[in-house]
Every structure is written in C-alpha cells, then in structure tokens.
C-alpha cells in the first residue's frame, strides 16, 4: 500500500528553522517528481515546492524563494524540506505529494509565533 509520512513539524519562533522529512514506501519512490503543499486556517492549499525525479531541477513559490530549500534521498526514499527564515505566515499544515497522483501524506503541522 502506498504511504507517505510526514515528519518533523512543531512549533518554532519566527526567524527560526525546521526540517521535514517525508519517507515513502508503496511506489517506486525515485520515478517521481515530489512536491510539498501547506495549508494554512481557513485558506487554499497551495504549492510550496517541488522536485524532479533525480533531484536535479527545483522549483518554488516566491513567498518562499530564498528560505526554503527542497531536496530527496532516493536511496532513503526520502523528500525534505529545510525551511530557513520563518514567519508567522508560514503557519499551516505541510503535505507531501507524489506529483500528478493521489498519493498525499496525513501532513505535518508548523507553528511559527513568539
């Protein structure tokens, strides 16, 4: 069965920095472009990051250029994402994703506040 579990969320101060990780097992993890979504209260989900299949091409959202830096481990079936520079607007739900499929993960939660 496919899984993806996502890890590594908590509450941090802004300005601090948090690394998630998301472990996949079911698919052949290393064919896949990843991508990793968050949803903040009461808003739409929206596309953080993403990665290529070999992990050579990224791309992000402007918000997040420059702060957040996507990567993988295909030999740990592993997609990270170190998030540098937090804001309280960064607040929300974070979700891994096997691009163009239904495989998500349950997600992570990130609060940033003083």
């Known amino acids: 069965q496919v899984q993806l579990v996502e890890s590594g969320g908590g509450l941090v101060q802004p300005g601090g920095s948090l690394r998630l990780s998301c472990t996949a097992s079911?698919?052949?993890?290393?064919?896949?472009?990843m991508g990793w979504y968050r949803q903040a209260p009461g808003k739409e989900r929206e596309l953080v990051a993403t990665?290529?299949?070999?992990?050579?091409?990224?791309t992000y959202a402007d918000v997040v250029k420059g702060r957040f830096t996507i990567s993988r481990d295909n030999a740990k079936n592993t997609v990270y994402l170190q998030m540098n520079s937090l804001k309280p607007e960064d607040t929300g739900v974070y979700y891994c994703?096997?691009?163009?499929?239904?495989?998500w993960g349950k997600g992570t939660l990130v609060t940033v506040s003083s």
């Open positions: 079911g698919f052949t993890f290393a064919s896949y472009a």
């Open positions: 990665i290529n299949s070999g992990g050579s091409i990224t």
């Open positions: 994703n096997a691009l163009a499929t239904y495989y």
